[in-house]
Structure formats: C-alpha cells, structure tokens
C-alpha cells in the first residue's frame, strides 16, 4: 500500500469525516458573527452615551423647586406630618444655600443657619424668611391644630416664592 504524503496515512484511509464546526466556513462565520455583535454592541453604547448626555440636567434650584413639589405631592404639607415637613424643609433650604450661594450650611442646626447667614452679610430680608420658616417646627409643637396647618403652607408658600425669586435674581 502506498503512503498518501497529504496525510500520513495509507490509502485505505482516504476518506474521513470532518465535524462541521471544525470546517474553514463555519469558522468564517463564526469570526463573521463575532465582529458583527462587537459592531452592534460599540452603537449600543454610542446611543446610550449620547441619551445620557442629551438628558436634561436640572439646575439646583430647580432640583429644589421639584423636591418641593414633591412634599406636596407626598401629601406632607399636612399638621399630621409637622414634623417630617420641617425637616424635609430644613434641609432642602439648606441644600438650596449650598448649591446655589456656596454657603456652608448643611451640617449646621436650624439656629446655627440662621447665625450663619447673618454673618455672611446676606440679605436682611432672605434671613428673617428663613427664619420664619425654620421656627415653624416650633409653632407645630405648641399651637393648635388650625394654625399650625396654616402656618405649615404659608412656610411652603414662602420658600416656594424665595427660591423663585432668587432664580430670577441671579439670571
């Protein structure tokens, strides 16, 4: 018998299987397959980049106006949640003070902003509205029922108003 040179083999071994994954084509498309899904996979995160910076960014005192929003919306803006709305208010006040004039208010108490803001020389009349508002919790504590709820929305009202004009005062 003769030696095919090809294989190796005797001549009587001329014809054999080969596992179709093993062939050149489906490798082809394999590598084909592969290099497509990369392409689709690199324009699926081009798009989500480009949404994620097409995406409207609010500017913090409209972060602020649409947290307030919100405690209307959470319904706390009620004498039965007194003391979740001041502290909600309080600290979307002082975040405010943060984001929008740079103060460093947010680790500090009610009575320490109130010191704070006076020692920054800002305007007399934003200190007295803070300051309205910030002792509304105290109003809550001691006043009946009646006032206290019109104390809690004349204080939404008026910070609703300081940060409006606030934002139209630094445009």
């Not at 005192?61 to 803006?77: A, T």
Request: proline share 1%; net charge positive.
């Amino acid at each position: 018998m003769k030696i095919n040179e090809k294989t190796g083999l005797y001549e009587n071994y001329g014809a054999w299987h080969v596992p179709f994954w093993q062939t050149d084509f489906f490798l082809l498309g394999i590598k084909i397959t592969a290099g497509l899904l990369c392409v689709v996979i690199f324009i699926c995160a081009i798009i989500i980049y480009m949404r994620y910076k097409k995406r409207k960014k609010l500017s913090p005192s409209e972060q602020l106006l649409v947290d307030l929003q919100q405690l209307q919306i959470d319904h706390k803006v009620q004498i039965a949640c007194g003391k979740e709305f001041y502290m909600s208010l309080s600290d979307i006040i002082k975040r405010y003070f943060f984001y929008c004039f740079h103060y460093d208010v947010l680790g500090k108490t009610d009575s320490e902003l109130i010191n704070y803001l006076r020692q920054v020389h800002a305007d007399q009349h934003l200190i007295e509205e803070v300051k309205n508002i910030v002792q509304g919790s105290e109003i809550i504590k001691f006043a009946n029922a009646q006032a206290a709820q019109e104390k809690i929305v004349c204080d939404y009202n008026s910070i609703v108003s300081l940060v409006k004009q606030t934002i139209f005062n630094k445009k």
